[in-house]
């Protein structure tokens, strides 16, 4: 099936007479006939449902159509997309290990990695993804366990060179984990270009409309832990799991079904079914959606390059845009978020946002309606201004992600709050 088609057919299969709709499964437990059978589905839990905190009906329909759509072989959907990004490093880091980020990803995974992951033993190092394979090879230890980037980075707008990072990660016997937020499976599939883990904020375009915040780790299967052999916590007995050894019991799903049944067994950050239904309802429309976004942020990409109150535009669809090369090679389409540098800095940046009349003013994107935010008052707000300069921020910054209006009021919108500058 193409990606149209499983966006509405993958992950729920009704059978006669069966609804149409997937149910929302408002239960937080399953019934057996005896104790023997709930013994049996503890024993192994991929056999049968136990409880809502690690696996429901609902939220596993719409883990396998996320899952087909970016071709793994399993996912797992997460209250948020920072517990996503948290959880798929937990489950091959613990204290003592340490992993490398380019620096280029969102202000949230920034805190996470360098300061709260830092406080549980966990470090981070950071790489600028322009750095050459030597210095890039430079920065792995012993200890380094993994690679991650993002697709399309928010707010800077860098693609991430996904190939060459895999082949430097594999080199070092580690997998590559992306951030595919931005692009979705729909522009971007990260593991036709050597990525191991995909993970996802599904409150962006996946949801679009607002109404629910969600993550979601997908697994491709293909990278092979045991080969690698640094990574005990999936080839070795986990004493947590009456000794199990996800490898041996899991094969190529060893990774997503270890965090499933260690790690959201132990922090139960599982979305409920009402928000995984109004999740689904979003990735119905997903493949369109994305094709319009594309073209109405390109006609506005355009139309702002145009004007003189703009220092510059940054979107990768630009033939202009120092990423195009990248764009063209990885995304079949730029998303709809485009980041722009307004001419005098903070006061004329935040004057601009202030006189838009359509766009909201809001700490989101990737919505179905068009919205700003200024990143370096609100979402990089905590960052020192090295490192906003390091995920590629300035003042006169604003993010402006393009929604599903019609272009040309978006873009009379614009002009009239650009109109307002000096
Ligand atoms: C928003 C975002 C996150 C965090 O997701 P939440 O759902 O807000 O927790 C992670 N990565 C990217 C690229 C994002 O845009």
């Given at each position: 099936m193409k990606d149209e088609t499983k966006c509405l057919h993958s992950g729920y299969h009704p059978k006669n007479s069966e609804p149409r709709v997937v149910p929302?499964?408002?239960?937080t437990t399953f019934v057996y006939d005896s104790t023997e059978d709930v013994a049996a589905v503890f024993d192994d839990p991929t056999k049968g449902l136990i409880y809502s905190r690690f696996a429901n009906p609902t939220v596993m329909a719409v883990e396998d159509k996320i899952n087909e759509l970016e071709g793994g072989i399993g996912a797992m959907c997460t209250t948020s997309g920072q517990a996503a990004s948290l959880l798929s490093v937990l489950n091959i880091c613990q204290a003592g290990d340490s992993f490398i980020s380019t620096s280029k990803i969102y202000g949230g995974t920034i805190n996470l990695f360098a300061f709260t992951l830092k406080k549980l033993g966990i470090e981070c190092i950071f790489v600028n993804p322009e750095a050459s394979d030597e210095e890039i090879n430079a920065?792995?230890?012993?200890n380094t366990k993994l690679v991650f980037g993002e697709t399309i980075a928010n707010p800077a707008l860098d693609v991430f060179d996904i190939e060459r990072f895999a082949g430097i990660a594999h080199a070092h016997k580690v997998p590559l984990i992306i951030d595919n937020t931005f692009a979705t499976p729909i522009l971007c599939k990260p593991f036709e270009f050597g990525a191991d883990i995909v993970i996802h904020s599904t409150t962006k375009y996946m949801d679009g409309h607002a109404v629910q915040g969600g993550g979601v780790i997908v697994d491709s299967g293909k990278f092979d832990w045991e080969a690698s052999g640094k990574f005990p916590e999936l080839t070795e007995p986990d004493e947590s799991y009456h000794g199990i050894i996800y490898t041996k019991s899991y094969g190529k799903a060893a990774y997503i079904l270890k965090a499933r049944m260690q790690l959201m067994r132990d922090f139960g950050a599982y979305p409920a079914a009402n928000s995984a239904f109004l999740l689904n309802l979003g990735l119905e429309t997903l493949a369109v959606r994305m094709q319009r976004y594309c073209e109405n942020a390109l006609t506005v990409a355009k139309y702002l390059q145009s004007s003189d109150k703009i220092e510059s535009v940054s979107y990768p669809g630009l033939e202009s845009d120092p990423n195009h090369a990248l764009a063209k090679k990885y995304l079949k389409g730029s998303s709809g978020v485009i980041s722009l540098v307004i001419k005098g800095g903070r006061s004329n940046a935040t004057k601009f946002m202030d006189s838009l009349k359509l766009a909201s003013n809001e700490v989101?994107?990737?919505?179905?309606r068009t919205c700003v935010l200024h990143p370096a008052s609100e979402t990089h707000r905590q960052l020192t201004d090295e490192q906003l300069v390091a995920a590629g921020i300035n003042g006169g910054m604003v993010r402006l992600s393009v929604g599903l209006e019609n272009v040309e009021d978006i873009i009379a919108d614009l002009e009239s709050a650009l109109s307002a500058l000096d």
């Open positions: 929302i499964v408002q239960s920065a792995f230890k012993p989101h994107v990737a919505d179905i």
